[in-house]
């Protein structure tokens, strides 16, 4: 699955730089998550570091985009291929 900023961002700008997929962009008004490259870090670190990083914890789960940890894999290695 990938993740998804809720409406209770703040703002601080300390997600983004942990994205290491540059998943996290500013939005109209909040950060957003882009589900295409989102990983939930998987590939890279153990847990998703814009979890652990966010002061208000406003970054769940995304339910409207399912996926399992071996397309999560999938998408990582897609993506490492084209940063190549």
């Known amino acids: ?8 961002c703040i703002n601080c700008d ?3 730089p ?3 997929n540059d998943a996290i962009y500013m939005g109209a008004e ?4 882009d589900p295409n490259k989102c ?3 998987v590939g890279h670190f153990d847990e998703p ?9 406003c970054i769940p789960l995304n339910f409207a985009c399912v996926e399992t940890p ?3 894999m ?6 490492q291929a084209e940063k190549a």
């Open 1 to 8: 699955m990938a993740l998804l900023i809720t409406e209770e």
């Open 14 to 16: 300390i997600c983004e």
């Open 49 to 57: 570091q814009c979890q652990q990083v966010c002061p208000v914890s």
């Open 74 to 79: 999938a998408k990582f290695e897609k993506l």
């Open 70 to 72: 071996a397309q999560l």
């Open 39 to 41: 990983t939930e870090c």
């Open 18 to 20: 942990e994205c290491p």
């Open 30 to 33: 909040i950060y957003e998550i």
